[in-house]
């Protein structure tokens, strides 16, 4: 099993910028991606962004060229820079683990609420 613990989100104003951090311990031997997930109240939760174990990554559109992902293996731990944060970011982001094989992240952390005014 897979323990994801996220940090570093809270309140920033339109234009500013906050790092995400994801901490995973457990059984990760076959972990291939790590993401981030978004969920904003009365919507779906959406794709943000993902890592591969080599360091391939992609983002969603909406994020692209604000958001940059990054992963620490010796640490275990994932990353996501938020720079010129937009009031529309504002939601609780969950970080992910997807196995090899998986088509849909098998862990998930417990959220941490980003909240951008304006």
Do not use: H
């Amino acid at each position: 099993q897979v323990q994801l613990v996220e940090s570093g989100g809270g309140l920033v104003q339109a234009g500013g910028s906050l790092r995400l951090s994801c901490a995973a311990s457990g059984s990760i031997f076959t972990i291939n991606v790590m993401g981030w997930y978004r969920q904003a109240p009365g919507k779906q939760r959406e794709y943000v962004a993902q890592i591969t174990s080599g360091g391939s990554t992609s983002y969603a559109d909406s994020v692209k060229g604000r958001f940059t992902v990054s992963r620490d293996n010796a640490k275990n731990t994932v990353y996501l820079q938020m720079n010129n944060l937009k009031p529309e970011d504002t939601a609780v982001y969950y970080c992910s683990v997807k196995k090899y094989g998986s088509l849909s992240p098998d862990y998930w952390g417990q959220g941490t609420q980003v909240t951008v005014s304006s």
